[in-house]
């Protein structure tokens, strides 16, 4: 094979490269988004549909380790378009359809430019939506604090922000948090400055939203996600850097509980919603009477109810992921769905054994966070929340990556490779060079 190598002038950028630069801006922008859904269809799902339709068109590979996953969502899109013909009011489903159709799709997006370019992508992914929930936690608390105009953002109550339901603005603002810690690791003084004020922010911002359920994704989360850094450490310094770190992050989030709770008007909701059943939970009629009414009528239904007729059916909403996907999709979309969350799993594990070093903290958030928010799905539904489908494709992006990565080498992508260096380009066509010089193999292993 004859390969030639030209010098690019100093300065330059490949078409390729710029290509890719472009692609991780529009996704960066796309996380920016993610905390602006009060309204439908909000900012980010036509920026995803418009990304979808434009980078599918114009060349953006989806790869082949994805099949799986899009024959499994497959199944469930079907079921429930099958469920929305058979209810009583076909058009009544749409809405809710139309969430179950696009997000699939945006799952599909994100997890294919994750794993184009991780680390590139990844950085842009995590820029964007540690912005949003930023924005998201200021604007939560100027509404908490009633100043805010409007019906829509009254002060006093539960802060949702952005948000239609502080069970989702609590939840959003997770990945965020186990974010800043992930950087904080990284123990450079100027990273500590900056990260350790937004993880308190961003807790401060959780905390607002008295949402147990976003507590329990937070602490639960939080956790995973030091024992992962702690078992993955490489030398015995690093393991007690990092119970060093958990021990005072955990102190400095009991100090901003603490501080936070002592405002009369802030401590007296903590203590009303800290509590482990409230009384609409228990009444007839309440959300265990609904549990109870969607797990006997699973069993006599197996086509589903339709999309988004839940609440009609039994007078509230069943608040749990694992009844509400086989109550609305029936049999068969409880089969795609869930045999998603399964396969995911599986496949993070396999990659926990040996995690790829120059990804091994991604892998650790999304592990702990997907966690996270699996459990607090037992609480709520959380089929349409946007940044549970991100997760998803930031897991599977991960997935399709490393399973394309020889065992010796560090995952980069083509146009990483090819990228010249503005300031030493021979640099990188002897890096270049060095990687042709060894065989077509891992160039195969990435298309």
């Known amino acids: 094979m004859n390969l030639q190598l030209t010098t690019p002038r100093a300065g330059t950028v490949s078409p390729p490269a ?18 602006v859904v009060f309204i439908e269809p909000a900012p980010y799902d036509l920026l995803a ?16 380790e994805l099949q799986w996953p899009v024959i499994l969502l497959g199944l469930f899109v079907f079921a429930n378009a099958l469920a929305a013909a058979l209810a009583p009011e076909p058009l009544q489903t749409l809405r809710s359809l139309s969430i179950r159709v696009y997000m699939p799709m945006t799952f599909l997006l994100i997890a294919s430019l994750i794993a184009s370019d991780p680390q ?37 109550l539960r802060a949702k922000a952005g948000f239609k339901d502080p069970n989702v603005f609590g939840p959003f603002l997770v990945p ?18 900056l990260y350790l004020p937004l993880f308190l922010l961003l807790a401060f911002g959780i905390l607002l939203s008295f949402s147990r359920g976003a507590w329990i994704n937070f602490s639960l989360s939080l956790g995973l996600f030091g024992a992962l ?10 393991r007690l850097g990092w119970l060093a770190a ?27 919603r800290a509590v482990l059943a409230q009384r609409y939970d228990v009444a007839a009629g309440g959300r ?84 996270g928010v699996l459990v607090q799905s037992l609480f709520i539904d959380s089929t349409h929340w946007r940044h549970l489908w991100l997760l998803l494709a930031v897991a599977w992006g991960l997935i399709a990556a490393c399973r394309r990565r020889p065992a010796d080498r560090p995952i980069l992508s083509e146009v990483t490779a090819a990228e010249p260096s503005s300031r030493y380009p021979d640099r990188a066509v002897r890096a270049t060079a060095g990687h042709a010089g060894r065989g077509t193999g891992h160039s195969e292993k990435t298309r």
């Open 246 to 272: 958990a021990i005072l992050l955990a102190l400095l989030a009991a100090g901003t509980l603490a501080a936070a709770v002592s405002v009369d008007v802030i401590g007296a909701r903590f203590y009303q």
């Open 229 to 238: 850094s702690v078992l993955f450490a490489r030398s015995q310094r690093q």
């Open 18 to 35: 710029r290509g890719a630069a472009r692609r991780a801006a529009l996704l960066g922008l796309l996380a920016a988004s993610g905390s």
């Open 288 to 371: 265990f009477d609904a549990q109870r009414k969607a797990l006997e009528h699973i069993g006599s239904d197996p086509i589903g109810v339709g999309p988004g007729r839940s609440d009609e059916e039994f007078g509230l909403e069943p608040h749990n992921l694992y009844l509400h996907v086989p109550v609305e999709s029936g049999w068969l979309g409880a089969l795609g769905f869930f045999a998603l969350l399964l396969l995911t799993g599986g496949r993070l594990l396999a990659l926990l054994r040996r995690p790829p070093p120059e990804l091994q903290a991604e892998l650790g958030i999304v592990v702990a966070c997907l966690s």
């Open 49 to 64: 549909i418009a990304m979808f339709l434009g980078l599918g068109a114009s060349g953006l590979r989806f790869p082949r």
């Open 176 to 193: 965020a948090a186990i974010h800043t810690v992930r950087r904080l690791a990284g123990g450079r003084p100027r990273d500590l400055g």
């Open 120 to 156: 590139r992508m990844l950085r842009a992914l995590w820029a964007g939506y540690l912005l949003a929930a930023v924005l998201a936690v200021c604007w939560g608390t100027a509404e908490y604090l009633g100043l805010l105009p409007g019906e829509l953002w009254q002060g006093g």
